[in-house]
């Protein structure tokens, strides 16, 4: 059974630096690992999607990188702003094909 | 469409009525998913569909609950005799290919059983 962790569960970061999420997984047969934020009361918004052949992955101030063989991937954010503040997601199709995804980190930039 | 799109975007219902959701998923899309948010909670899959194969039904909760999906088209997610646990955000993804492409969200539709 995969399993999706990210820790930390919550992080608080003044405005314009740069931060780390982390994304572990269990099992490294994996085909992809993607990135989502989910602001409070709305759906999920894709940020990146890092195939397994991939090392990193880049979007504006995001970069995405992958590990397989540890199980982990970060997300890096650069020069953060206040509308950054948001749940941020991680999640891997496995096995039969659905998404599992983390318990997210609630990231919120202090202006 | 531009993106997946799910309604109602709110639906209050009484304990004990049926309520039926719809997904309409990005034009081309072959997989489509099924996803349950409890407030505060994390992402609880319920069922996911990929071309004309069995859909995957592994995450419905009871069978008070089913979803149908024609082709490659339109979702409907029912949940038939309502419950107050059933509150929640009911989500909707659809990719390309599955398991090897980019999954893109719906808003959600959120469900309060009173």
């Known amino acids: 059974k995969q399993e999706v962790t990210q820790i930390p569960a919550a992080l608080s970061v003044p405005e314009g630096e740069n931060l780390v999420l982390n994304c572990s997984f269990t099992?490294?047969?994996?085909?992809?690992l993607q990135w989502f934020r989910q602001d409070p009361g709305k759906g999920l918004t894709s940020l990146l999607l890092?195939?397994?052949?991939?090392r990193e992955q880049t979007s504006g101030r995001l970069n995405a990188s992958l590990d397989k063989s540890s199980g982990r991937s970060t997300l890096y954010i650069a020069a953060s702003q206040p509308g950054d503040s948001a749940t941020y997601l991680c999640?891997?199709?496995?096995?039969?094909?659905?998404?599992?995804f983390g318990t997210g980190t609630r990231l919120t930039i202090i202006p | 469409g531009a993106g997946v799109s799910q309604s109602p975007s709110n639906k209050v219902t009484e304990k004990g009525k049926d309520v039926e959701l719809r997904c309409d998923p990005i034009?081309?899309?072959?997989?489509l998913y099924w996803y349950r948010q409890r407030l505060g909670q994390g992402l609880e899959f319920l069922i996911y569909?990929?071309?004309?194969?069995?859909?995957?039904k592994s995450g419905l909760p009871s069978d008070r609950f089913s979803a149908e999906r024609t082709g490659e088209s339109v979702s409907t997610l029912t949940i038939q005799r309502t419950q107050q646990e059933d509150s929640a955000v009911y989500l909707c993804a659809s990719s390309r290919q599955g398991r090897t492409t980019e999954a893109f969200f719906g808003q959600g539709t959120r469900l309060t059983v009173v």
């Open positions: 999640a891997v199709p496995f096995g039969n094909e659905k998404l599992t």
């Open positions: 569909f990929q071309g004309n194969s069995a859909p995957d």
């Open positions: 099992d490294s047969a994996i085909y992809n």
């Open positions: 034009s081309g899309h072959t997989a």
């Open positions: 890092i195939q397994s052949s991939q």
